[in-house]
DNA sequence: CAATATACGGAGCGATGTTCCGGTTGGGCA
DNA sequence: TGCCCAACCGGAACATCGCTCCGTATATTG
């Protein structure tokens, strides 16, 4: 069920030479706009930047998500591969849980609307949110499961409502100046009333 | 500090009688529409619903918010009276806190996008962040006072924190169709990790 | 150096928020 | 009652944004 996302890297299969410039362009300029404007920019602020047409950045990426799982790929696939050496590496899997936890925090964290646009019902960002569910949503059972079998974590909360409950309390916090509002903190929270 | 917000009901001062009429058909419309739109559906589907022109509707309500805080005003209040009611009908301050929750989540998840719209930094929705902040922190504020006080709950969150955290959970919920998420069960966590 | 498949660019359409101003009307007042 | 003007109304108009479509340009291949 799980599908296959890899192969969008611009080096993939031989286009022309053009279209691989310009899909690392549009790479580059939705990383550095997704920094300052969000991922919910607009797309002519994108093609723009990259120096290309609004029919490019839609031949390329068909869906805003394709552009965002794109740009935020490596580090979701490198988030996605620290939960089996954070079990390996701590003895206390709930203790491993709450520190990967916290990356995936401080991910979303990071960058701008991106929680928001997570739970979105957005139609164009379906895709982002399965593809976030597809590579993290395993990793983060992994660790709850050792959890809930070598510790005293409930076992009635399954990794999907986990992660939607830390994606949400997740936003609000990239927007504006600060507020007392600390995401770890209320991550935190949620994971001791886990117990 | 806390600005006055009496005094948009239609029967308030005296304007001119189609005045009045247009403003109640607006908060009519509005009430029908975000039932089934959500409260951030196109400005135009509500003048329509009202039977009248763009510019009324700004005229009567310059912000979105203003709009929203009015169709809920009687909702909010009603939330915010209940506090010391229940704080003085329950033995157990702790439970009372956990029971206006409950009622805070039932609200926001029946109200269509209501919840996001609350974090959002849209600057049209600021008002509405205020309004919500003004009324329902200081309920939340007492409730959780005598729960610190009589109870183990900790005392380094404040209201403010904690009713950010809760509005987050209640993210996502009216949207779409079943998944296994439920506000009620996380805004629980929540509270049992702050013992 | 053609010929062709491939890719590009941006005008254009529909939806939406918001403003602005000429026309309309309620209701106090003579 | 009838007049008159301040208050109010309506919706055209402008701006922004997502997305599509097609005539044009060019990389590649033989």
Known sequence: ?????????????????????????????????????????????????????????YRHFPTRADLVVAVYRHQVEALAGTAPRLLAS????????GQWMDQFVDFLVTK???????????????A???YFLDRLVPACASLLKAAVQADDIRRDIDALTLMHAAGNLCIGVETGADTGYDAHRMVGLLISGMR
Chains 1, 2 share one sequence.
């Open 90 to 97: 701590m003895e206390n899997p709930t203790a491993a849980l």
């Open 1 to 57: 069920m799980s599908k296959v996302y890899g192969g969008a890297t611009p080096s993939s299969t031989h286009k022309r030479a053009d279209a691989r410039r310009n899909e690392q362009a549009l790479l580059d300029a939705a990383a550095a706009v997704f920094v300052t404007r969000g991922v919910d920019a607009p797309v002519r602020d994108i093609a723009a930047r990259a120096g290309v047409g609004m029919g490019t950045i």
């Open 128 to 130: 982002l949110h399965a």
């Open 112 to 126: 701008h609307g991106l929680a928001s646009a997570l739970r979105s019902d957005d139609s164009g960002f379906a």
